[in-house]
């Protein structure tokens, strides 16, 4: 099994089912049976590394296609988004100036023990590679900020 796996959700056309396929380099081997619910399955395994080794063995049975031909779609089908962490600084020193309690919220997130959990979004409701984002239509100010994901499943491992 190699030490590391690159699976992307896509679409192959305008109409196509939704799948999952196993990259390598610019190449893609779509899954057949990959369906919404593909990585929620995977995330209930025992053992999800192997379950996605059979799946990217069985993903090698079809003909690769050029990564460049697919519509990449946001990696999640069942999962709530959340996120751990705290915000930058600027954005920090941004909230406290807002107001007076965003001051003392920030204070504790920065001082905590651990990191904050938050909750960022529904799963129909996240973009995906080079898809529009959404941004309520009286908002004077929007910051977008880098993400780094992580997938965990139900025993906390990632």
């Not at 610019?26 to 990585?39: E, F, G, H, K, T």
């Not at 009286?138 to 900020?145: A, H, I, L």
């Amino acid at each position: 099994m190699p030490q590391t796996m690159k699976w992307v959700r896509c679409r192959a056309e305008a109409g196509d089912a939704v799948g999952w396929g196993l990259v390598e380099r610019d190449q893609v081997w779509l899954l057949p049976d990959s369906d919404r619910n593909w990585l929620a399955e995977g995330l209930r395994q025992p053992d999800p590394l192997a379950w996605l080794a059979e799946r990217a063995a069985k993903a090698r049975q079809q003909p690769a296609r050029p990564l460049a031909e697919l519509r990449l779609l946001a990696p999640v089908d069942l999962q709530e988004v959340w996120a751990a962490g705290v915000t930058y600084e600027r954005s920090r020193t941004a909230r406290m100036e807002e107001s007076e309690f965003s001051a003392s919220a920030y204070d504790r997130v920065y001082e905590a023990e651990r990191p904050e959990l938050f909750f960022k979004a529904l799963p129909q409701k996240v973009s995906g590679p080079g898809e529009p984002v959404g941004v309520r239509h009286d908002s004077r100010w929007t910051v977008p900020e880098p993400e780094l994901a992580l997938v965990v499943d139900g025993r906390g491992r990632v």
